[in-house]
């Protein structure tokens, strides 16, 4: 047992301590929250992901054939995707990305567009908002 002499301050370090050990816990919850939200990826069985809305359309096929006979191009939505997913979703290192050629512009016609974020499978819905070929990309899954 250490006695301490007098007119001396009492020792600072398990204080010293214990705000070190609350400063990382801190620490340690900011950054997980950041990862949790960053994340930005729903889980099976969840529900419907928020749609961001591309608003550069990307040019359709042109041709005088009626609205529902017009297509969107593959690589321009392609370009699209990338485009929302990386500044709308956070998104780094998105890879082989392929949506299909020629889904018609027809308005709520869904389709698939696939890519790998940081080297994993991921997807995203894009679905067509208008008549100019406009359209929104769910979030990556």
């Not at 690589?75 to 979703?89: Q, W």
Request: net charge negative; with cysteine; proline share 9%.
């Amino acid at each position: 047992m250490s006695m301490q002499q007098p007119g001396t301050p009492p020792s600072r370090q398990p204080l010293l301590w214990a705000l070190g050990a609350v400063s990382l816990v801190a620490v340690a919850a900011i950054v997980l929250a950041a990862f949790l939200l960053g994340r930005q990826s729903t889980q099976p069985g969840s529900s419907p992901a928020t749609v961001q809305e591309f608003t550069y359309p990307p040019a359709p096929t042109t041709t005088d054939e009626p609205e529902a006979s017009r297509y969107l191009d593959g690589i321009d939505v392609a370009k699209g995707v990338s485009k929302v997913v990386a500044e709308s979703y956070g998104a780094k290192g998105l890879t082989d990305i392929h949506c299909p050629d020629r889904e018609p512009i027809q308005i709520m016609n869904t389709f698939t567009c696939t890519f790998r974020i940081a080297g994993e499978a991921s997807e995203v819905t894009v679905t067509v908002t208008d008549s100019d070929g406009s359209f929104e990309v769910s979030r990556p899954r």
